[in-house]
């Protein structure tokens, strides 16, 4: 049962264009939302989040777009940069009395082209 | 200065035995957790630690126990290891735990092969 979906196991950009990286959510009580990026043999690192009050969030190159309805959120990175190559993961969590539970989607692999 | 740290970063074993991955914040941070990467790469919790109390335990099998000794450290012990059992293991922190708009902040992982 995938609460967290990344539908796209992978994505290629070419350098200065925009990537677009896509994950939908099924549980209408998630409330809060992360994206992290990983490099191989490092942990993931946080990037940025959305919480459920807003429909946007920027920072610098990255803009995370947050559709409630539709149950999407989309990270948008521009413009594209070979550093940019890892792996994304959508995070969510809901309300707890007591503690966190960030459910990950499987994520995305960007490779970013020179 | 490593935020979060684990070790060991590859650990080799068979089947049966016993071993332990340990992990230590320097973050100040009040909640530990611990995460799984599976084979399908998906990030699962495991379990969470606020102030030394376990106060998340996601259906793991008991061969698995977490031990906080202060909320720093947060170890995870796994008896008679099994074949499933091998997977990434991640440790992460976050402040409180339990507000709104948190992150994880990650360890860079132990790698368990049992063969």
């Known amino acids: 049962d995938q609460q967290v979906k990344q539908n796209s196991p992978s994505l290629s950009v070419q350098e200065g264009r925009i990537s677009i990286l896509n994950c939908d959510y099924t549980n209408s009580m998630f409330d809060y939302f992360l994206w992290y990026k990983k490099y191989p043999a490092e942990g993931p690192t946080f990037l940025i989040s959305?919480?459920?009050?807003?429909d946007k969030n920027e920072d610098g190159r990255f803009t995370v777009f947050l559709n409630k309805s539709a149950k999407h959120l989309s990270l948008h990175i521009v413009p594209s940069q070979p550093g940019d190559s890892a792996v994304y993961f959508c995070?969510?969590?809901?309300?707890?009395?007591?503690?966190?539970?960030?459910?990950f989607g499987p994520g995305t692999r960007l490779s970013v082209l020179p | 200065d490593t935020a979060v740290s684990q070790t060991p970063k590859y650990l080799v074993t068979q089947m049966g035995n016993d071993k332990s991955i340990k992990c230590e914040q320097n973050l100040g941070h009040d909640t530990m957790y611990w995460y799984k990467q599976d084979s399908k790469k998906f990030l699962k919790i495991m379990f969470s630690?606020?102030?030394?109390?376990?106060?998340i335990n996601e259906t793991v099998p008991n061969r698995f126990s977490p031990k906080s000794p202060d909320k720093a450290h947060l170890n995870l012990h796994i008896n008679s290891l099994e074949l499933g059992d091998s997977a990434v293991y991640f440790c992460?922190?976050?402040?409180?735990?339990?507000?709104?708009?948190?992150?994880?902040?990650f360890g860079s992982g132990t790698q368990l092969s049992v063969l």
């Open positions: 992460a922190s976050s402040l409180k735990g339990r507000q709104l708009n948190e992150k994880l902040f």
């Open positions: 995070a969510a969590s809901a309300p707890r009395n007591y503690g966190q539970n960030f459910v």
């Open positions: 959305i919480s459920s009050i807003k």
């Open positions: 630690y606020n102030n030394k109390e376990l106060i």
